[in-house]
């Protein structure tokens, strides 16, 4: 069993910008990190989580379109650990952010919440 433990998040003005990260533990745990595509998605509510960034086994990137530019996504394979750099936050980038494989199998974390304020 693999588990997703998920922080970073908090409460920023438009414009600032914030470090999340998801520490990926477990038997499965290295490997899992190293040989899937793990990404982030976000959820706000009533709706479904957003795809927002992904990063291959091989270390390529690719984001949702209105993210480009602005997130950053990026992995440690030796920590178990996967990082998704925002800057220049916008109050629609207000959500709970979550990371998993892509596609999704595994159980979803807590999530951390991300609040940016005009």
């Known amino acids: 069993q693999v588990q997703l433990v998920e922080s970073g998040g908090g409460l920023v003005q438009a414009g600032g910008s914030l470090r999340l990260t998801c520490v990926v533990s477990g038997r499965t745990a290295k490997r899992t990190i190293g040989s899937s595509t793990m990404a982030w998605f976000r959820q706000t509510p009533g709706k479904g989580r957003e795809f927002v960034a992904g990063i291959g086994s091989a270390g390529n990137s690719f984001y949702l379109d209105n993210t480009r530019g602005r997130f950053t996504i990026s992995k440690d394979n030796y920590k178990n650990t996967v990082y998704l750099d925002i800057n220049n936050l916008r109050p629609d980038d207000t959500a709970v952010y979550y990371c998993?494989?892509?596609?999704?199998?595994?159980?979803w974390g807590q999530g951390t919440q991300v609040t940016v304020s005009s």
């Open positions: 998993n494989t892509n596609p999704t199998t595994l159980s």
